[in-house]
């Protein structure tokens, strides 16, 4: 009987190891997640730039414009489009779909600043990032507006090609 008992609570107690759910992959993906954030809230440009996809991220924003073209943004293009404030990153949730990609989301919520205007934004983001060579990169972001209605700041260079 106190085999059984043991097995039993043994079989309990590594249970709770499982808990979170999370592949290892979705877990580096999380951390990879709140780097990039941080860096863009620091205007660290080359380590946003060293996070995203060398071949190009795909993107579409929040104020109801089409999806953008693929872009390779330097951290020169970052540095120059404009964008501040401070944003954060909350429940953000990682799946993972195969061993090169995991599907990102989160809400995205602060004060934003483009060309010296500032206001509240909140948006919802999906994401999928890729695995290049040993590490993860945003390949594309996808921004739709959250309570406020269309939240982006058109910026000239939202309608350009």
Do not use: C
């Not at 010296?116 to 999928?128: E, F, L």
Request: hydrophobic share 35%; no cysteine; glycine share 8%.
């Amino acid at each position: 009987m106190n085999k059984f008992l043991f097995s039993g609570l043994l079989m309990l107690s590594t249970s709770f190891v499982f808990a979170d759910g999370h592949s290892s992959a979705e877990k580096e993906v999380l951390k990879t997640l709140a780097t990039y954030f941080e860096a863009r809230n620091a205007g660290d440009w080359d380590t946003v730039v060293a996070h995203e996809s060398k071949s190009g991220t795909y993107g579409t924003n929040s104020d109801g414009s089409f999806h953008k073209p693929v872009v390779m943004q330097t951290a020169e293009d970052w540095a120059t489009s404009g964008q501040g404030g401070s944003l954060n990153v909350h429940y953000p949730e990682a799946i993972q779909l195969s061993d090169d990609v995991v599907y990102v989301r989160f809400y995205y919520e602060g004060m934003t600043e483009v060309e010296g205007n500032s206001k509240p934004y909140r948006t919802r983001v999906t994401m999928n990032w890729v695995k290049e060579g040993s590490k993860w990169v945003a390949k594309s972001q996808h921004y739709s507006s959250a309570s406020y209605g269309g939240v982006h700041v058109s910026l000239a260079a939202d309608f350009e090609d």
